[in-house]
């Protein structure tokens, strides 16, 4: 399965949540579903996805946290699993989305093939883990996966490579804080 088709079938599932997504190809990707103001795309910061959406969820308690990660930024901050798990959140859902490769800066390989995060987010203490490798078991695993009780993580194994095409977040990042932050708290 490619990133983007992943990401096209899991937004529309997150219509009342609180979305932050990675910085590179993930936020692009979301952005390029349909912008919404609860969307809270990263530039830059690499890594740090997981640990805003962990505190957002705990600011937030009463609504629902998705973070969509990608394997190298997750692997970039690794100690958010444990951060995550140790305060277990009820509301934090972690999409990971993992391609083997920094997508956004050349396809570089990462470590995950090595390194199964969803196994990893399970040890540090997550409620539960999920991984799909095609569309239709990401279909599966999304309905469990958004009815459990946080903090959970899916894992999306897809394919390397990137859609032609797809445009920038096109918001400057004060733009987007100031709109996220109205939204998160009305």
Known sequence: MKRWEAIARLAPL???ALV?????????????T????????MIGSMGLASSIGLGLALAQPRRRVVV??????????????ANIAAARPPNFHHVILDNGAHASTGDQRTISTQVPLDEIAR????RAAWRASDLAGLEAAAREFF????PV??????????????????????????????????
Not at 34 to 41: K, N, Q, S
Not at 155 to 174: F, M, S
Request: hydrophobic share 40%.
């Open 34 to 41: 349909g912008d919404r103001p609860t969307r809270f795309y």
């Open 20 to 32: 932050v997504a990675c910085n590179g190809m993930i936020g692009r990707d979301l952005w390029a």
């Open 123 to 126: 040890a540090a203490g997550y």
């Open 68 to 81: 969509f990660d990608g394997d190298g930024n997750v692997l970039m901050n690794l100690g958010s699993l």
């Open 153 to 186: 993580c899916l894992l999306a194994r897809v394919e390397p490579g990137n859609q032609k095409g797809v445009p920038r977040v096109e918001l400057e990042p004060d733009a987007i804080a100031q709109r996220f932050r109205k939204a998160a708290t009305t």
């Open 14 to 16: 997150c219509e009342n």
């Open 147 to 150: 009815a459990a009780e946080g």
